[in-house]
T-cell receptor, first 109, second 116 residues
Framework: ELKVEQNPLFLSMQEGKNYTIYCNYS?????LYWYRQDPGKSLESLFV?????AVKQEGRLMASLDTKARLSTLHITAAVHDLSATYFC?????????FGTGTSLTVIP | DTAVSQTPKYLVTQMGNDKSIKCEQN?????MYWYKQDSKKFLKIMFS???????INETVPNRFSPKSPDKAHLNLHINSLELGDSAVYFC???????????????FGNGTRLTVT
């Protein structure tokens, strides 16, 4: 079974600071997805990364994929409170999606 | 115009009961899934189902059975509920595209199951 690990599991950061969330996976895949989940809510798709070197940006979030290293990063620039949520990466294996452990982000004013 | 809808949103029941969760998607997607999210927010695939086959996760107890009357519906039936079944269950769907690529998962709003 494909294994996906994220770190950190918990992240508390001040507004205005930058930070990176890491997502490692165990077997070859060139399809990686990032999702956001607000407390008590469903998961919302943020980014789809489909090839080595892919980079996507939306607002203060930027995601990248290195398939050779089996690593994706989600970089947060100048965090704001509205970014507080849990972020998941997911890797596609066959027609199944395997999720990371999630990173619970809290942005402190 | 909800894309993936599941009912009920909350389900409280006693141990030993049998319950069902319904899921419908109006996106025309080929593949539907059930995920279990535990109290630590860990998401685990339970089943995936498309026009061709049902894929069963071997770690799922056989008390759990998916039923798909058509490709827009994937219901989850649970027999003899146990305390450890308490979790949030998410239905999701995706579209099979060219080259074995799937669109991102579209999730329902979840069903919070509490077994007492």
């Amino acid at each position: 079974e494909l294994k996906v690990e994220q770190n950190p599991l918990f992240l508390s950061m001040q507004e205005g600071k930058n930070y990176t969330i890491y997502c490692n996976y165990s077997t070859t895949s060139d399809r990686l997805y990032w999702y956001r989940q607000d407390p008590g809510k469903s998961l919302e798709s943020l980014f789809v990364l489909l090839s080595n070197g892919a980079v996507k940006q939306e607002g203060r979030l930027m995601a990248s994929l290195d398939t050779k290293a089996r690593l994706s990063t989600l970089h947060i620039t100048a965090a704001v409170h509205d970014l507080s949520a849990t972020y998941f990466c997911a890797v596609q294996g066959g027609n199944q999606f395997y999720f990371g452990t999630g990173t619970s982000l809290t942005v402190i004013p | 115009d909800t894309a993936v809808s599941q009912t009920p949103k909350y389900l409280v029941t006693q141990m030993g009961n049998d319950k069902s969760i319904k899921c419908e998607q109006n996106l025309g997607h080929d593949t539907m899934y059930w995920y279990k999210q535990d109290s630590k927010k860990f998401l685990k695939i339970m089943f995936s189902y498309n026009n061709k086959e049902l894929i069963i996760n071997e770690t799922v107890p056989n008390r759990f059975s998916p039923k798909s009357p058509d490709k827009a519906h994937l219901n989850l039936h649970i027999n003899s509920l146990e305390l450890g079944d308490s979790a949030v269950y998410f239905c999701a769907s995706s579209q099979e595209l060219a080259g074995q690529l799937n669109s991102p998962l579209h999730f329902g709003n979840g069903t919070r199951l509490t077994v007492t």
